[in-house]
């Protein structure tokens, strides 16, 4: 086996042990304080085993072995968990690809196991690992602890059933924690979406703007994609940034709403309304010219209505200024209608006796 060893753990004073201890047993050896430096690491130095601390910042220890079991180049290094949690998380280490799990304790009492463990990995002996816990025989479970670790299920559970996505991003834009729906939105898995730049699951141009938008991040929500969607994985994407700090680690949580549904039904119902309102253009026009034609023709239409002073002996009409005129004059000017002259049987004789004789007329 390589003389190579990488131990990941946020506890400096145990890096210290356990590296010193080490080195003295001829080892070259590494440390990373996360998951995200550890993955940094790995692209220069590949080590034989790594010893993993499964709470960590950043990407935590579980989340380590997964993502790394997803790298073929990485098959031959041994995952052995050293944890403090591991009495009371009953950890199924080689569900998530460890090799082996040795329990926090006296520093005296784990330096026999982690002698034990690398004996064996030497020999080639690595499918002969135990399948228990190294020294979990001694570790008293602590309620505090199984408390913590039942809440940290119960938030996993929570997110991983959640209908939006969920991330956690460093200040730069590295993803360190996605839930199954954050997964299948970007349509990455989840082992290859954590330690990666969120701009790579989006085209050039999206990508940089989100770059952009991280750099001048302050302590403000920012939402984008509302009015321009960004569309992933066939998917019209809401974002929501929410700058979270603890203590002095910062980090930013990202929210992301599939929109694709309701993006489409409001693009439905704006060319409804545009069809509707070039509709009632159109039927307005329609309508304005025939009101142009009915006006053109009522203009034309003049009526008689009312009571017109008639004279009873001559028959003349009395106009609004008081003066009279003949009953020709005032209909010819006051309607459309025309005259045209005759006589009538009774005053054809009466005027006409020589021509029409006195004969009753019909």
């Known amino acids: ?15 210290r042990l356990l590296s010193h201890f080490l080195e003295e047993q001829g080892y070259d050896v590494r440390c990373a304080e996360d998951g995200l430096a550890a993955l940094r690491l790995f692209e220069s130095f590949v080590p034989a085993v790594a010893f993993v601390d499964l709470v960590m910042p950043l990407i935590d220890g579980e989340r380590l072995c997964r993502i790394i079991r997803k790298m073929p180049e990485f098959d031959a290094v041994a995952l052995v968990i050293v944890s403090a949690i591991a009495a009371e998380a009953k950890v199924d280490f080689a569900g998530f690809g460890a090799d082996a799990c040795i329990a926090k304790g006296p520093f005296k ?82 082992e290859r979406l954590l330690a990666a730049p969120l701009a790579g699951c989006f085209d050039e141009g999206a990508g940089r703007h989100l770059l952009q938008l991280l750099a001048s991040l302050a302590d403000e929500c920012v939402e984008v994609g509302e009015a321009d969607a960004l569309v992933v994985n066939d998917r019209l994407l809401l974002l929501k940034f929410v700058p979270f700090a603890d203590g002095n680690r910062r980090s ?17 119902l704006l060319r409804h309304r545009d069809r509707l309102e070039a509709e009632v253009a159109e039927r307005t026009a329609d309508l304005a010219a025939k009101n142009a034609v009915l ?19 001559c028959k003349n009409i009395r106009d609004d200024q008081g003066y009279w005129n003949q ?31 006195d004969k009753p007329l019909k």
């Not at 034309?300 to 017109?308: A, C, Q």
């Not at 020709?328 to 021509?355: M, N, W």
């Open 295 to 313: 006006e053109e023709a009522l203009a034309k239409v003049k009526t008689l209505s009312g009571l017109l002073p008639i004279c009873a002996s």
């Open 109 to 190: 009492a784990m330096q026999v196991h982690v002698s034990d463990v690398l004996s064996h990995l030497e020999s080639g002996a690595r499918a002969k690992l135990s399948s228990g816990i190294y020294g979990g025989d001694v570790t008293l479970e602590r309620q505090i602890t199984k408390e913590l670790i039942a809440a940290g299920r119960h938030f996993q559970v929570t997110v991983d059933n959640m209908a939006d996505g969920f991330l956690e991003l460093t200040p730069d834009g590295v993803v360190i924690f996605a839930n199954r729906m954050a997964s299948v939105l970007l349509g990455v898995e989840a």
């Open 1 to 15: 086996m390589e003389k190579k060893i990488l131990i990941v753990d946020n506890n400096k004073m145990f890096l």
């Open 327 to 357: 009953i020709e004059s005032y209909i010819s000017k006051h309607s459309e209608a025309a005259f045209s002259h005759s006589l009538c049987p009774d005053c054809a004789q009466r005027l006409y006796p020589k021509v029409f004789g």
């Open 252 to 268: 930013i949580i990202l929210l992301m709403q599939d929109i694709t549904r309701r993006k489409r039904v409001e693009q439905e």
